[in-house]
């Protein structure tokens, strides 16, 4: 017999759509996590330096807010006790289960279910209804570069870091220069002999002020709710403002440039290096560095910036194209994560044994990001372009949550068989999607892991974060067909109410 809701991932989406469930009464649900425990990208990312660079009131959902915060950015630790406490406070524990890696999902018109199946000897599930928050910063991108395998020394990337092993004493390389990047190098320089920075392009830099969180601040957060809530609302309102700066080149992004070339100027005195670390694209075109340890840094006795590129990885090191080989003990790759732009993380089949995966090959798709035509029942969080490049991704993703748990509550109270967005809505959704996108800076030329190889933008919303809220905000039954049993005493009245 088929489950209602089958939830694929128990990271902040996978957690947080469960507690919705629960919420609307649906407790005919199973959480399937590949892993041994709860967490998601905050379970994998334990390197050193790992912490959040949205400030903690606003990294974390409204309807479970955290009076013990103790700074203003968390570290990955106190973000996955975080979770742990939703898990605990909320009574979702039963509902997972571990060590299930979903390998491919496919669907039954006839019965409307989806089927589960895992990888190894688990047995597969049927579903009525599928969430997919597997999230996309899930598995390791290592970069395409020749000779990846021939080096004999050590690789860690970030995303899967080696604890076990010493860098005392070690000659280190690092590959990327990106968020991951800026948070562990400052760590490495203290520990390792010595430290080279391999970068391809430089990145806008913003001061990251982290202040602990006082005792009495906390105290009030308890007792007073409402201060926790207004001092989200500060936070949420000065981050949406700062899209004026960087979604879109308006002279306000002059000032985000100003400001870090200010704080490029002020912590890095060398001439030569500041014109190395200055990029040559608008701000906001790739994700904005928010650090205040890493120009210091760059700056050690024990480390210097490479700015050649790479040409390939030798036996002994890494080797960039003047003909230089710089050894190394260890390479250490903060190169980012597969994206799945073109492509699903497993194979999905829909309606008449369509494949989402070659429809998304130009790029992927969905219908207020969380829906696909020709694919019933099926929910995605952090879908197609719902990226932010100014606030929370917690913000966006509650409100997925929110809609995606509507849809299917109103499904299973109706006795539905499925809803299926209608492809002209998701047509000219995404039409005026990409239509926007190409107003903002992430399309304005630079290279960055939101695009395709051919510029095609899958994944940034082109937008404030109230302006994909509110589209979020209630499902409208017109935009869907609504599919019935045949033996429904609802037969009749679907295809009216499905407009």
């Known amino acids: 017999m088929a489950i209602a809701v089958a939830v694929i991932g128990a990271g902040f989406a996978g957690i947080g759509a469960a507690i919705k469930l629960k919420q609307k009464g649906i407790d005919d649900f199973v959480v399937f996590e590949r892993g041994q425990r709860v967490g998601g990208t905050w379970r994998d990312n ?49 509902h997972i289960r571990f060590d299930r890696e979903v390998s491919g999902l496919s669907y039954d018109e006839t019965a409307g279910e989806w089927t589960v199946n895992f990888t190894g000897r688990r047995r597969a599930v049927k579903a009525r209804s599928v969430i997919m928050a597997a999230g996309p910063l899930a598995n390791p991108s290592y970069p395409d570069i020749r000779g990846l395998d021939d080096f004999e020394g050590h690789r860690i990337h970030s995303a899967r870091w080696d604890h076990d092993y010493d860098f005392t004493g070690k000659k280190v ?69 700062v899209a004026l700066g960087v979604v879109w080149d308006t002279p306000l992004t002059r000032v985000v440039e100003a400001v870090s070339k200010l704080n490029l100027r002020l912590q890095v005195k060398d001439p030569w290096l500041r014109r190395q670390l200055t990029p040559d694209f608008s701000a906001g075109c790739k994700r904005l560095l928010m650090t205040s340890d890493y120009y210091p840094a760059l700056q050690a006795d024990n480390c210097r910036l490479v700015t050649w590129p790479i040409a390939r990885i ?129 399309n304005s030329g630079c290279q960055s892991w939101y695009l395709t190889e051919d510029g095609f933008n899958a994944t940034m919303f082109p937008g404030f974060a109230t302006q994909f809220t509110n589209q979020l905000a209630r499902v409208d039954l017109r935009d869907y067909r609504i599919l019935v049993h045949e033996s429904s005493p609802h037969g009749a009245a679907a295809p009216a109410m499905s407009g």
């Open 46 to 94: 334990t390197y050193p330096g790992a912490a959040c660079d949205i400030p903690s009131q606003l990294y974390s959902y409204s309807f479970a807010p955290n009076p013990e915060w103790t700074h203003t950015y968390s570290g990955s630790a106190e973000i996955l006790d975080y979770i742990d406490t939703m898990v605990a406070e909320f009574g979702v524990a039963d």
């Open 173 to 241: 390389a690092v590959i990327g220069t990106g968020a991951s990047a800026v948070q562990i190098v400052p760590h490495l320089v203290r520990q390792a002999a010595s430290v080279k920075v391999f970068q391809r392009t430089p990145g806008w830099v913003l001061p990251r002020v982290d202040m602990e969180t006082g005792e009495f601040a906390k105290s009030i957060y308890r007792r007073i709710p409402g201060a926790q809530r207004l001092a989200r609302a500060a936070w949420f309102w000065g981050h949406e403002s």
């Open 314 to 442: 030798a036996p002994k090191g890494i080797r960039t194209v003047e003909g230089v080989e710089h050894q190394a003990d260890v390479i250490v790759f903060a190169t980012g994560f597969e994206v799945g732009k073109q492509s699903t993380p497993f194979p999905v089949s829909g309606i008449g044994g369509r494949i989402l995966a070659d429809e998304w090959r130009g790029g992927a798709y969905a219908y207020r990001s969380v829906n696909v035509a020709g694919y019933p029942n099926l929910h995605i969080t952090f879908g197609p372009n719902s990226g932010p490049g100014h606030n929370s991704a917690l913000v966006y993703m509650e409100a997925q949550i929110e809609y995606l748990t509507e849809a299917i509550a109103t499904l299973e109270q109706n006795g539905w068989k499925a809803l299926d967005v209608r492809d002209e809505v998701q047509t000219e959704y995404n039409r005026n999607i990409q239509k926007r996108l190409g107003a903002t800076t992430w």
